[in-house]
């Protein structure tokens, strides 16, 4: 079921326990209902458990433009900590090599997540598979390349990216969270091998 609680309710408690490898300041701590009072007239969908149900192409299409685009953000900003430090500092040979790759991976993850705003056209679209398909595959595409950018960058750097403070260490923490959102790599892949034999 799905329904809106009030954090004001009684019975919601918050639990001080968002203690994780990165994206740390978000504070996205779990959130306990225990003898919550929730009206019929409150819940907006009831769905088998465990299954796909369309509500999730809504779901997906309007949030995960936004959700990836804080991926997006992290990568761009290792990519340019990353170019600055190799015109700075004497590179290695094949430094231009790394930039153009991780520029790739950039240029990836910018269309991919280009193309998941398309598909949320405005917020103007219907709930059909086909969009929570296309966006479980780009999402997935996104992800990897924004992890892909901030490892390179991690590698054009060197052993300074490892100290806080240069700055890449954050990036690198929080970027690895971007796998972890609905759906992993592989429950997407499987939920999209499943849509292209059924269709």
């Known amino acids: ?28 701590h779990s959130v306990k209902l225990e003898g919550v009072f929730v009206p019929e007239s409150a ?17 997906l299409t309007v949030a995960m433009p ?12 290792a990519s340019r900590i990353a170019i600055n430090f190799a015109k700075e500092k004497n590179s290695k040979s094949y430094t231009p090599a790394l930039v153009g790759a991780m520029h790739n991976e950039l240029t990836t993850a910018e269309l991919n997540l280009e193309d998941m705003v398309r598909i949320t056209n405005n917020f103007d679209f219907k709930p059909v598979d086909q969009n929570g398909h296309d966006i479980l595959t780009r999402k997935t595409n996104t992800a990897n390349a924004c992890i892909g950018v901030v490892t390179r960058a991690m590698e054009i750097v060197g052993g300074q990216g490892f100290y806080r403070s240069f700055g890449l260490e954050r990036l690198f923490r929080d970027v690895q969270a971007a796998k972890y959102h609905p759906q992993q790599e592989k429950d997407q892949l499987q939920f999209t091998g499943e849509y292209i034999l059924r269709n």
């Open 66 to 77: 936004l959700i990836m685009s804080v991926y997006v953000g992290i990568a761009q900003r």
């Open 1 to 28: 079921m799905h329904f809106p609680v009030s954090f004001k309710s009684e019975g919601v408690k918050v639990l001080n326990n968002w203690s994780a490898l990165g994206m740390r300041g978000t504070g996205s």
């Open 43 to 59: 819940i907006t969908v009831r769905r088998p458990q465990g299954k796909f149900h369309p509500v999730w192409n809504v779901v």
